[in-house]
């Protein structure tokens, strides 16, 4: 997720002129209704801004999208958490985005109030030479669905930023939700802890058998490959209708030259392992 959560709980005392800031979004939101079964129906706002401070010695570039449900507001509350941090305003979803771009912003910047929000032909202009560094920090966020049906929903957020350096950082989290408990899906939910290890074993087999088939250069011993058979389940995942995929960031098991690698385990393959009433077992019984 973005940066400074935290700072939404300051920007309730923020001034007026920033808080007027809010209605520069693009978008709007829905009515949202109770919780049921029915199909999800979805909504989403988008947010571009460059923010100037210090008289355009630094800007924030920030793009922002926020996908989110209009008729299941216990899915739509766990959704902006992901997003926002657990201190959400009780605004509209497009004001959210504005807040939340400028809770990037250094506290000192935001109780000086000399941030500026350029129009895009002056964002395009080139600033003026000067002895020193002009940064530009980039910010990108987006939500996007990844899986639906009337057992669970899986989302999948995506969180860039650059500050400076050889190049920028992105990073990948999901959110499963549980239609019938109208909870969040973890892998306790999925597995009982006497199969764990079964589960750790495959699991490791699974991801060594994909890098040898995907990366040529794979060998256990390089650095760059850490020990794949030592790595465990991290809980960064999401459901599909016949996979369980696991998602890595960078660094976490490799240089980051390996990327944001993924591991799909498909169902057939753990059915004998995952607990009886699990969201994988009612989306296998729902398929037969």
Same mark, same amino acid.
């Given at each position: 997720?973005?940066?400074?959560?935290?700072?939404?709980?300051?920007?309730?005392?923020?001034?007026?002129?920033?808080?007027?800031? *809010?209605?520069?979004? +693009?978008?709007?939101?829905?009515?949202?209704?109770?919780?049921?079964?029915?199909?999800?129906?979805?909504?989403? *706002?988008?947010?571009?801004? *460059?923010?100037?401070?210090?008289?355009?010695?630094?800007?924030?570039? &920030?793009?922002?999208? %926020?996908?989110?449900?209009?008729?299941?507001?216990?899915?739509?509350? +766990?959704?902006?958490?992901?997003?926002?941090?657990? =201190? /959400?305003?009780?605004?509209?979803?497009?004001?959210?985005? &504005?807040?939340?771009? !400028?809770? !990037? /912003?250094?506290?000192?910047?935001?109780?000086?109030?000399?941030?500026?929000?350029?129009?895009?032909?002056?964002? =395009?202009?080139?600033?003026?030479? &000067?002895?020193?560094?002009?940064?530009?920090?980039?910010?990108?966020? @987006?939500?996007?669905?990844?899986?639906?049906?009337?057992?669970?929903?899986?989302?999948?957020?995506?969180?860039? /930023?650059?500050?400076?350096?050889?190049?920028?950082?992105?990073?990948?989290?999901? !959110? /499963?939700?549980?239609?019938?408990?109208?909870?969040?899906?973890?892998?306790?939910?999925? %597995?009982?802890?006497?199969?764990?290890?079964? %589960?750790?074993?495959?699991?490791?087999?699974?991801?060594?058998?994909? #890098?040898?088939?995907?990366?040529?250069?794979?060998?256990?011993?390089?650095?760059?490959?850490?020990? #794949?058979?030592?790595?465990?389940?991290?809980?960064? %995942?999401? +459901?599909? @209708?016949?996979? +369980?995929?696991?998602?890595?960031?960078?660094?976490?098991?490799?240089?980051?030259?390996?990327? &944001?690698?993924?591991?799909?385990?498909?169902?057939?393959?753990?059915?004998?392992?995952?607990?009886?009433?699990?969201?994988?077992?009612?989306?296998?019984?729902?398929?037969?």
């Amino acid at each position: 997720m973005l940066i400074m959560k935290n700072k939404f709980i300051k920007l309730g005392v923020m001034s007026a002129a920033l808080i007027a800031l *809010v209605s520069s979004c +693009l978008g709007g939101a829905k009515e949202k209704a109770g919780n049921s079964l029915s199909p999800l129906s979805w909504d989403s *706002v988008h947010c571009e801004k *460059v923010l100037s401070l210090n008289n355009d010695t630094m800007r924030y570039e &920030t793009e922002q999208t %926020f996908l989110f449900p209009t008729n299941d507001t216990t899915l739509y509350r +766990l959704n902006a958490q992901r997003v926002f941090g657990d =201190s /959400v305003p009780n605004v509209e979803p497009d004001s959210l985005l &504005t807040l939340h771009s !400028l809770s !990037l /912003v250094p506290d000192e910047e935001l109780e000086r109030g000399s941030i500026k929000i350029l129009d895009s032909v002056t964002a =395009s202009k080139e600033r003026p030479e &000067t002895d020193y560094f002009n940064p530009n920090y980039t910010f990108f966020e @987006e939500n996007k669905l990844m899986y639906q049906d009337d057992v669970v929903v899986s989302i999948q957020y995506y969180n860039y /930023v650059y500050l400076g350096g050889a190049h920028g950082m992105g990073s990948y989290s999901y !959110l /499963v939700y549980d239609r019938k408990s109208q909870s969040m899906v973890t892998e306790e939910d999925l %597995f009982d802890e006497k199969d764990k290890g079964d %589960f750790e074993l495959l699991f490791a087999k699974q991801l060594v058998e994909k #890098m040898k088939k995907e990366y040529e250069t794979y060998d256990p011993e390089e650095p760059m490959w850490q020990s #794949m058979e030592n790595v465990k389940p991290n809980g960064n %995942f999401y +459901l599909t @209708e016949h996979s +369980l995929v696991y998602q890595f960031n960078h660094y976490e098991i490799g240089a980051y030259a390996l990327g &944001t690698p993924t591991l799909e385990i498909p169902y057939e393959l753990i059915k004998n392992l995952i607990k009886k009433d699990s969201p994988i077992a009612r989306i296998i019984e729902k398929r037969k």
